[in-house]
């Protein structure tokens, strides 16, 4: 089944679902906040004095050309002539940018680490909305110093399907370096039909009462570590529920983490996912 006929099934089932069964559980409004990064000096630039006129802190609603819109957060001391790493976190179905922000709450600790965070607005899953969003990071690049060979992606539910189809569809020309899907509602059926894109380091996240795709995340994660070219072996999983495919290249480090919740709940392992994007995988 092709990307448009399988979200033509599922748009509406996945909004509604997540919509009804979102936890509501207020988020420590501490986590939402920018913090400063230890630059370590002296300071290689990699970026001309000037030549980024991005804010630091927050900025809200910024649209691309292709009409995507989306909210940057940097280090409160963001410095405009250093490369930091990027990641940008794409939303679960009817989930603004702000909603998906409070639901992931990475930016305290993403900033911390250097990190410049980017939440995509939703836009109904589809080809061409995925191809509109593709372009956020090269924007994000046009107006902030980013370290292009260190841009990851990552999202929940339909964010989740989002970062993985932005990295294996042909069409698209802008790819991660790394990527961290969430809850994404492709199995095994829907992936084969595409080519293995090359070879990167994944980290596939998904709940094991996740009723909705249920058994998606492992039948995801092994077609990535075949085509990453590991063993389809996993080693025990470790105290976050992480486990690793045996040999894989240098790389190409592919992982599969499984832990408690529903399919609405965002695995709570910021520091794993953060670890995993600062790794040499």
């Given at each position: 089944m092709s990307l448009d006929v399988y979200e033509m099934h599922l748009f509406y089932l996945t909004t509604l679902l997540f919509l009804l069964s979102a936890c509501g559980t207020p988020v420590d409004s501490t986590l939402l906040v920018p913090a400063a990064f230890k630059y370590i000096k002296p300071l290689e630039a990699s970026c001309i004095a000037q030549s980024k006129n991005g804010n630091a802190g927050l900025t809200n609603n910024v649209e691309t050309g292709s009409g995507a819109t989306y909210n940057l957060r940097t280090p409160t001391n963001y410095n405009a002539t250093f490369a930091h790493p990027l990641i940008v976190v794409y939303a679960p179905a009817g989930t603004s940018a702000s909603k998906s922000e409070r639901h992931v709450h990475l930016t305290k600790e993403a900033t911390e680490a250097g990190f410049v965070v980017a939440y995509a607005e939703n836009i109904r899953l589809s080809l061409p909305a995925i191809k509109?969003?593709?372009?956020?990071?090269?924007?994000?690049?046009?107006?902030?110093?980013?370290?292009?060979?260190?841009?990851y992606y990552t999202g929940h539910s339909d964010g989740g399907t989002i970062t993985n189809a932005l990295t294996f569809l042909p069409e698209i020309a802008s790819k991660p370096n790394?990527?961290?899907?969430?809850?994404?509602?492709?199995?095994?059926?829907?992936?084969?039909?595409?080519?293995?894109?090359p070879a990167l380091p994944v980290m596939v996240f998904h709940n094991a009462q996740d009723n909705?795709?249920?058994?998606?995340?492992?039948?995801?994660?092994?077609?990535?570590?075949?085509?990453?070219?590991?063993?389809?072996?996993?080693?025990?999983?470790?105290?976050?529920?992480?486990?690793?495919?045996?040999?894989?290249?240098?790389?190409?480090?592919?992982?599969?983490?499984?832990?408690?919740?529903?399919?609405?709940?965002?695995?709570?392992?910021?520091?794993v996912l953060i670890d995993f994007f600062n790794s040499k995988n």
């Open positions: 509109k969003v593709s372009v956020i990071p090269s924007d994000i690049q046009k107006k902030w110093c980013i370290d292009s060979a260190r841009i790394a990527i961290a899907p969430s809850a994404a509602g492709m199995n095994a059926e829907s992936l084969e039909q595409y080519k293995c894109p909705h795709f249920e058994g998606f995340g492992k039948q995801a994660a092994d077609w990535w570590a075949n085509c990453n070219q590991c063993s389809n072996e996993l080693i025990v999983a470790d105290n976050d529920g992480c486990r690793i495919y045996k040999n894989c290249p240098n790389g190409a480090k592919t992982y599969y983490c499984e832990g408690e919740g529903s399919h609405s709940d965002w695995p709570n392992k910021n520091s």
